[in-house]
């Protein structure tokens, strides 16, 4: 998991609250990626930014939001409107586009009450 | 499209007896192929990768995995399983610099080692 950090291990929310999971990294990474793992689903890419102050969507990015102000952080919120946000989630990151392994973080496991 | 099939959900071998686990791709262009593995209740940890050049490939752990182009294949390999080698095992494609570099992943492949 070296080199990032993920905030907190285990998060429980009620429903229609929001809630936001940290990401950090000290890997100089410019490339950062939200992941969500569900049993027997693999991973889901939520959201991923290559550069701050710029993100893009994945491929289950409803209900989700985040923000890339620095270039080490990039929260993930959990938004009310997402249905079912009971899940495992991962955040990783990738040093560049030329590069090719991406390192991922410990990872905080969501669930709702 | 990129897209990764690992075919089975669960993989029990004997400790000590060799162990497979099979991957298959469909990526345009040439392939970066890479084996994560996953414990309990925490994030993937990279064993291995091929980028270019020899078709085998060592990586953490004693494991290895072997490049296969004409069957699209990467199935990770080890000689003598431990028990300790119980967890889940992702592989991932991505297409080369100039494609897109968000990874796909397969579903995974619980690997349960019998003592």
């Known amino acids: 998991d070296g080199g990032i950090t993920q905030s907190p291990k285990y998060l429980f929310r009620k429903e229609g609250q929001n809630v936001t999971l940290s990401c950090e990294q000290n890997?100089?990474?410019?490339?950062m990626y939200w992941y969500r793992q569900d049993p027997g689903q693999g991973l889901r890419l939520i959201y991923y930014?290559?550069?701050?102050?710029?993100?893009q969507k994945g491929d289950i990015a409803e209900g989700y939001s985040v923000s890339r102000e620095k270039k080490e952080s990039f929260p993930l919120t959990v938004t009310s409107a997402q249905k079912n946000p009971t899940a495992f989630y991962l955040c990783?990151?990738?040093?560049?586009?030329?590069?090719?392994?991406?390192?991922f973080g410990p990872g905080t496991r969501l669930t709702v009450l | 499209a990129q897209s990764v099939a690992q075919p089975e959900d669960q993989v029990n071998v004997a400790e000590g007896n060799p162990l497979t686990v099979k991957c298959t791709y469909s990526?345009?262009?040439?392939?970066?192929l890479f084996w994560y593995v996953q414990y309990p209740n925490r994030g993937l940890q990279f064993l291995l990768k091929?980028?270019?050049?020899?078709?085998l490939v060592k990586g953490s752990y004693g494991f290895e995995a072997e490049f296969n182009k004409s069957q699209t294949s990467f199935h990770l390999k080890k000689p003598s399983a431990l028990v300790s080698d119980s967890a889940l095992y992702f592989c991932?494609?991505?297409?080369?610099?100039?494609?897109?570099?968000?990874?796909?992943f397969g579903r995974g492949t619980s690997l349960i080692v019998h003592p």
């Open positions: 091929y980028i270019t050049g020899d078709n």
């Open positions: 930014s290559q550069i701050v102050n710029d993100f």
């Open positions: 991932a494609v991505r297409s080369k610099p100039g494609g897109s570099y968000i990874p796909t």
């Open positions: 990783a990151s990738l040093a560049g586009p030329s590069t090719d392994t991406q390192y």
């Open positions: 990526v345009s262009g040439n392939p970066y």
């Open positions: 890997l100089n990474h410019d490339a």
